[in-house]
């Protein structure tokens, strides 16, 4: 891996794990947990993932607990919303204004060196928010500040916007041969 060449070569990233296939949240907690072990202040904004305990609630609080860790996950919606062709519900709607009036306060706060918008491309893809109001607040978001984007179908204009994209891609998933959801591996 090539070493900075200067400090003025550092600089706040926007990331985008995107695609079909499984880990696209997991990788963005991954690059969090890295974060916050290297002192880094990390928020996880989470929003469409909240009416059911899963395994990162616990995680999250545990850290947040240690000394000298600052890891905090919020989560904004009710759960997963707008299955099919359905039209998205209006309480869904106002959780995800609200959501994103909490998300576009802390990126352009400065009190957060990374901040994971999880599940916000779905969000964006079910016409929930524009992604000309992601993409603003993107443009003016604190110069050190990371920002992790997840979920399916990435918006071409954060795609353009980001400086690393990765897509997931499914080769194959037990799903298939009939094995659910596994806790500590899918939840």
Do not use: C
């Not at 899963?54 to 890891?71: D, I, K, R, V, W």
């Not at 919606?77 to 009036?101: H, I």
């Amino acid at each position: 891996m090539a070493q900075e060449s200067a400090e003025g070569s550092r600089k706040g990233l926007i990331l985008i794990n995107t695609g079909a296939g499984k880990g696209k949240t997991t990788a963005a907690l991954g690059t969090a947990l890295r974060a916050a072990g290297n002192g880094l202040r990390v928020l996880v904004l989470q929003f469409l993932k909240g009416s059911w305990h899963y395994g990162e609630l616990e995680s999250a609080a545990a850290l947040h607990a240690l000394e000298g860790f600052t890891y905090e996950l919020r989560k904004l919606g009710r759960g997963f919303v707008k299955v099919g062709g359905a039209e998205a519900d209006p309480e869904d709607l106002r959780m995800v204004e609200e959501g994103w009036a909490q998300a576009e306060a802390a990126i352009l706060s400065g009190e957060w060196d990374l901040i994971v918008l999880d599940e916000i491309n779905y969000v964006i893809g079910y016409k929930m928010l524009a992604p000309e109001r992601v993409a603003d607040v993107l443009r003016r978001k604190p110069e050190m500040l990371h920002v992790i984007l997840t979920g399916r179908n990435a918006h071409p204009l954060l795609v353009e916007l980001a400086d690393t994209v990765t897509e997931m891609r499914e080769i194959k998933h037990a799903y298939q041969k009939g094995i659910l959801a596994q806790r500590g591996i899918e939840f």
